[in-house]
């Protein structure tokens, strides 16, 4: 799923980090994903293609969320965890009529995971193109948490 995704990783502080590149990083001095322990917290992530544009249209909120998940499950994976692992995901949109697309393609990803997840309108994201933010947290049980 991670197609297109690429992460780099690095450790401070007894703590492992996830950078996918993205131009707002390092302007606002943040990782994508950051574990510590068993827990991969996963930033406010926007649906930007590996062109750094965003999909637009009448099909535009989903893909843009589905390349948000994408950017996610890179970075979890990046540090050690897996789908599984993830426990809750915030949805930021900014047209809640398109809650239900957005939402079958969350479910693609967590039909079978179920995390404890929120989906609330937001009146803008960073960029006048995204429509569409995700945040995960996991838990990672699997390898004792061990960096």
């Known amino acids: 799923m991670s197609k297109g995704v690429e992460v780099e990783t690095s450790e401070r502080h007894g703590r492992r980090y996830a950078s996918t590149g993205s131009p707002w990083e390092p302007i606002v001095g943040y990782s994508r994903a950051v574990r510590t322990g068993q827990t991969i ?8 293609g590996p062109d750094r544009k965003f ?4 099909a535009g909120a989903a893909a843009q969320a589905r390349r ?7 970075a979890i ?12 995901t915030r949805i930021f ?6 809650w239900e697309a957005v939402g079958r393609v969350h479910g693609e990803v967590f039909g079978a995971i179920r995390p404890a997840t929120t989906m609330v ?8 193109a995204a429509l569409v933010e995700i945040e995960a947290d996991a838990i990672v049980l699997h390898g004792a948490g061990s960096l």
């Open 93 to 98: 949109i900014t047209d809640i009529s398109q």
């Open 55 to 58: 999909a637009a249209g009448a």
């Open 77 to 88: 994976e990046a540090l050690g965890g897996k789908l599984t692992d993830v426990v809750r």
């Open 68 to 74: 948000a998940l994408e950017i996610i499950q890179a």
């Open 41 to 48: 917290t996963v930033t406010g992530t926007v649906g930007l």
């Open 121 to 128: 309108q937001v009146a803008k994201l960073i960029d006048d």
